[in-house]
């Protein structure tokens, strides 16, 4: 397999997309925060500190999308058409989960600006309430699902289980 972003002197460059044609591209990509019942409550409840933890989680996790390329330095500035941040809470589980999808017509993709969404998005949440609940843990980030470009779709398997819920860490 041949690294992208490595020139052959080892050297860390951006990939080129200049030649490669513009498509309609999209990602989405999720990930969780577990936290004390405690938290959860006053989440569920509204009753935080800090106020509306879950829509400020959601407007932070869209303005991370648009801001990728200043976090992560081999991305490349996107005309982002579509960014969308859904948090979803898990009662039984004392989690609050964060879904990301995003979209472009360009010539690279945007599973990054996901990620980078769903992250900032769960950082918030933790920010929010940290006051709370240090011990709170975010796991489970991950793509879920890309189209379009060269290397087309990807969906990932709804069967596989979260990371350290299977035992394969």
């Not at 990509?29 to 106020?51: D, H, L, N, P, T």
């Not at 869209?62 to 969308?84: D, Q």
């Not at 006051?131 to 879920?144: F, Q, V, Y």
């Amino acid at each position: 397999m041949t690294l992208t972003h490595i020139d052959g002197k080892g050297n860390a460059v951006m990939v080129d997309v200049g030649g490669k044609p513009a498509t309609e591209r999209e990602a989405a990509a999720e990930g969780r925060i577990r936290m004390s019942a405690e938290c959860f409550a006053a989440i569920q409840g509204g009753a935080a500190k800090k106020g509306d933890v879950l829509g400020v989680a959601q407007v932070a996790g869209i303005m991370a999308v648009k801001r990728t390329p200043e976090l992560i330095p081999l991305c490349h500035v996107l005309n982002i058409t579509k960014a969308g941040l859904e948090l979803t809470l898990h009662p039984d589980k004392l989690e609050v989960e964060a879904v990301c999808t995003v979209r472009t017509y360009g010539q690279t993709g945007v599973e990054m600006e996901a990620l980078t969404g769903v992250s900032v998005a769960l950082l918030t949440v933790y920010d929010m309430c940290k006051a709370m609940d240090k011990g709170m843990e975010i796991h489970s980030i991950r793509l879920t699902e890309k189209s379009g470009g060269k290397s087309g779709r990807y969906q990932r398997n709804a069967n596989v289980a979260p990371s350290g819920e299977d035992g394969k860490g």
